[in-house]
């Protein structure tokens, strides 16, 4: 008889989601909460999770951190479809808060963060705001995760703001994945 003891992992994860109004075309948003769901319900049979909701448009959502993954799932499925697509918001809207005292971050044996989006930063504005913002974002997320991943769906995705997104990001661009098989 073989005899293995798997030790539960804790998972942090934190979930940006694109809730602009084109992510209602071609069923996109369904799709997005299905996989967050499946994503969660995948790490939480490792052990355990504990997730962040950021939802955004053209402004930035956050939820606190949650143990009870069936609620995060819960306010993924809320989500409502509006606005316009800003990148760097939900970046930034993590960052402010993150190690909050009113929201501390809990201990975990690995964190991610997956970003998930079906479109490009609309105006030259947003482009650039990300585009400034990436070594701010690239520094945050080697201190505190073991990668982020940007995801795109839809074929209209440019990977040039998902790899600003994705960490680390080398020349493999391992982390950025862009969907266009809807």
Same mark, same amino acid.
């Given at each position: 008889?073989?005899?293995?003891?798997?030790?539960?992992?804790?998972?942090?994860?934190?979930?940006?989601?694109?809730?602009?109004?084109?992510?209602?075309?071609?069923?996109?948003?369904?799709?997005?909460? &299905?996989?967050?769901?499946? *994503?969660?319900?995948?790490?939480?049979?490792?052990?355990? @999770?504990? &997730?962040?909701?950021?939802?955004?448009?053209?402004?930035?959502?956050?939820?606190?951190?949650?143990?009870?993954?069936?609620?995060?799932?819960?306010?993924?499925?809320?989500?409502?479809?509006?606005?316009?697509?800003?990148?760097?918001?939900?970046?930034?809207?993590?960052?402010?808060?993150?190690?909050?005292?009113?929201?501390?971050?809990?201990?975990?044996?690995?964190?991610?963060?997956?970003?998930?989006?079906?479109?490009?930063?609309?105006?030259?504005?947003?482009?650039?705001?990300?585009?400034?913002?990436?070594?701010?974002?690239?520094?945050?997320?080697?201190?505190?995760?073991?990668?982020?991943?940007?995801?795109?769906?839809?074929?209209?995705?440019?990977?040039?703001? *998902?790899?600003? @997104?994705?960490?680390?990001?080398?020349?493999?661009?391992?982390?950025?994945?862009?969907?266009?098989?809807?």
């Amino acid at each position: 008889n073989l005899e293995v003891n798997i030790t539960p992992i804790v998972t942090n994860l934190v979930v940006m989601l694109d809730k602009s109004g084109s992510m209602d075309d071609n069923d996109r948003m369904s799709i997005a909460k &299905a996989a967050i769901a499946d *994503l969660i319900n995948t790490y939480d049979d490792l052990g355990s @999770v504990n &997730a962040k909701l950021i939802t955004f448009d053209k402004n930035a959502y956050e939820s606190k951190w949650s143990s009870d993954i069936n609620s995060v799932i819960l306010k993924i499925n809320d989500t409502q479809t509006d606005g316009a697509t800003d990148y760097d918001d939900p970046l930034r809207k993590l960052i402010d808060g993150y190690g909050n005292s009113s929201d501390s971050t809990p201990t975990a044996d690995q964190s991610f963060v997956y970003f998930l989006s079906d479109g490009n930063p609309n105006t030259d504005t947003y482009k650039n705001e990300i585009t400034n913002y990436r070594t701010t974002w690239e520094d945050f997320v080697k201190d505190n995760f073991d990668k982020a991943y940007a995801v795109g769906i839809g074929s209209g995705v440019d990977e040039t703001y *998902l790899d600003m @997104v994705s960490y680390p990001n080398d020349n493999s661009n391992e982390n950025t994945l862009v969907i266009t098989d809807e």
